[in-house]
């Protein structure tokens, strides 16, 4: 962790790079006080709530739909978790939340379009998140945005998995 390339935090920037903070705290949820990591997942459910509920769409294309906000979490969440986490000088900024939204929405695949699966998906993310366990801890140290987003992917995972099981019986 003492390498250059796997360290983040720095003196704090004068300025922001507005789109990596917008992307990074998920277009502020991440200042949502207490617990913005909390608030990160939240929204993530409410977007996929929003979504589900208002479009209708065929469980096929809620899947397909989440994937792609997967993919354009990660891809934009990476580069915008690093900038953020270099320019408030801190490692891992509780206020960049993209990767919570990330892995929410891993934990929310193939879930039911209703208020009882998304609360499934929701705790067990949030537990999984909070507890990390192996190999989601170790993630933590990739360089940067690596590993401020990946370990939540982990959780997200892990939390996907148990849902998917839980779904079998709920």
């Keep these: 962790m003492n390498s250059p390339t796997?360290?983040?935090a720095s003196t704090p920037a004068t300025r922001k790079t507005l789109w990596a903070w917008t992307v990074a705290t998920f277009f502020g949820a991440g200042l949502g006080k207490p617990g913005p990591g909390t608030?990160?997942?939240v929204a993530a459910v409410l977007l996929w709530a929003a979504y589900a509920w208002g479009a209708h769409p065929a469980p096929q294309t809620l899947?397909?739909?989440l994937l792609c906000g997967i993919a354009v979490s990660?891809?934009?969440g990476v580069p915008a978790a690093t900038i953020a986490a270099r320019e408030?000088?801190?490692h891992d900024p509780g206020f960049v939340v993209v990767d919570e939204v990330a892995g929410q929405w891993i934990a929310l695949l193939g879930s039911h379009a209703n208020w009882r699966h998304?609360?499934?998906a929701l705790v067990l993310f949030r537990l999984f998140?909070?507890?990390k366990p192996f190999p989601a801890r170790q993630l933590e140290s990739l360089p940067a945005g690596w590993g401020i987003v990946f370990d939540d992917v982990a959780a997200g995972l892990?939390?996907?998995g148990v849902a998917s099981l839980l779904h079998l019986w709920i």
């Design 129 to 131: 998140d909070i507890t």
């Design 158 to 160: 892990y939390a996907w």
């Design 6 to 8: 796997a360290t983040v």
């Design 118 to 120: 998304a609360l499934i």
């Design 63 to 65: 899947f397909l739909v």
């Design 88 to 90: 408030s000088g801190r």
């Design 39 to 41: 608030w990160g997942s």
């Design 74 to 76: 990660i891809v934009l």
